[in-house]
């Protein structure tokens, strides 16, 4: 079935085994991040046999459909009020930055006599989720709001970077939340177990040694899946960077003109589109459109081809320069980026295939 998403499982697995030698080494545990692929459950339970100590994902019905796997699960994308009923039902730990959620939280989890872990977001500068760091007496006074709580346990901290400020992890900015943690530890007699120094964009840090003495987790995504890290895009040595691939199907090929013919409007998004004069081309087009990938994050496996555009079920090819010659019901693949994976995993359109080298 086409169009396909092939996921090389081993590969995976292979990347995954080098970065929690990496995490170990320095006192760090894993978890494993797996919304970019919305936490395929057939996919999941094979990465977790091993080397991993939490699953995590932003959404809570990709932790409910893996509900069976016996691994601690983290929400990590702050809870709707309108979901903590399932928030503490599916997930054993949730990251946190308001006092309202956190109450209903705990109501929630009073119904059904459990305690759930709750760590407290802060902000360091990348300004998306999170209190900021700055404005300590909000922290104490959300601290003394949780102990309050009797089914609600202030399981740590964690911080967020290098995501919509860009903002990279250093050893000083990381070195705030390993002291705020023990300002808190000391201030109000406690302990927290789980000091969270960010994503994939962290890994730089323990190359050059500079991760901070009590930072004790990571949450890794994007290096795991594209053996990258995301500081400064470099590869992970011996990681794998395509395990997971799109193969499309031609439906058409023709020769054509470069740019339209008539008076130009806007495109299918409402894009007023710029045409290349290459004279006549030679045309395919590959049954996949806007509505499952992000053509901007794919890169043809055959590097003679040239993506020229897409509309929702659409995608046009250039394929001139090939020396391969395509014909109707052939298959094109393309290796894919962050995006490319997390957009054609959540189309229902795209068979998602499993393999095993
Ligand atoms: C998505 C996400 C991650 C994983 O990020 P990667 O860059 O893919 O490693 C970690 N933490 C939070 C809060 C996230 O939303």
Redesign the pocket.
């Known amino acids: 079935m086409y169009p396909r998403l092939q996921i090389d499982v081993d590969k995976i697995k292979n990347n995954i085994k080098i970065l929690s030698e990496l995490l170990r080494k320095n006192d760090l545990e894993m978890?494993m991040?797996t919304?970019?692929y919305c936490a395929i459950p057939k996919l999941v339970e094979e990465l977790a046999k091993d080397n991993i100590d939490y699953i995590?994902d932003?959404r809570v019905e990709n932790l409910k459909n893996i509900a069976y796997i016996n691994i601690p699960k983290i929400l990590?994308?702050i809870p709707m009020i309108s979901e903590t009923k399932d928030v503490v039902k599916y997930c054993d730990i949730s990251?946190n930055s308001e006092v309202d959620t956190i109450y209903e939280l705990n109501r929630c989890a009073k119904e059904l006599d459990i305690k759930h872990k709750v760590v407290l977001?802060i902000d360091l500068g990348d300004l998306r989720?999170g209190f900021f760091y700055e404005y300590k007496q909000e922290i104490f006074k959300i601290v003394e709001d949780i102990l309050s709580l009797e089914n609600i346990k202030l399981y740590g901290l964690?911080t967020?970077l290098?995501?919509y400020g860009a903002v990279i992890p250093t050893k000083e900015n990381l070195q705030i939340l390993v002291d705020l943690g023990k300002e808190i530890e000391n201030k109000y007699g406690i302990k927290l177990d789980f000091i969270?120094g960010?994503?994939?964009?962290s890994i730089d840090l323990l190359k050059s040694q500079d991760m901070p003495k009590g930072i004790t987790n990571l949450?890794?995504?994007?290096?795991?899946?594209l053996g990258k890290e995301?500081a400064y895009g470099e590869y992970i040595e011996d990681a794998y960077s395509d395990a997971f691939k799109l193969i499309c199907e031609v439906i058409e090929i023709k020769e054509k003109p470069s740019i339209p013919i008539g008076k130009i409007g806007v495109d299918a998004f409402g894009n007023k589109p710029y045409y290349e004069d290459k004279g006549i081309i030679k045309r395919a087009i590959v049954a996949i459109g806007k509505q499952d990938i992000d053509i901007t994050s794919i890169i043809p496996l055959d590097n003679n081809i040239e993506i020229l555009g897409a509309s929702s079920d659409h995608m046009i090819l250039n394929i001139s320069n090939c020396k391969n010659d395509y014909n109707i019901g052939d298959k094109v693949e393309f290796k894919l980026q962050?995006a490319g994976v997390l957009v054609a995993s959540t189309s229902k359109y795209v068979y998602k295939e499993l393999i095993h080298r």
């Not at 960010?198 to 964009?201: A, D, H, R, T, V």
């Open positions: 978890a991040v919304k970019s995590a932003s990590l994308r990251f977001m989720e964690a967020n290098t995501c969270s960010g994503n994939s964009s949450r890794l995504g994007e290096v795991i899946i995301t962050y």
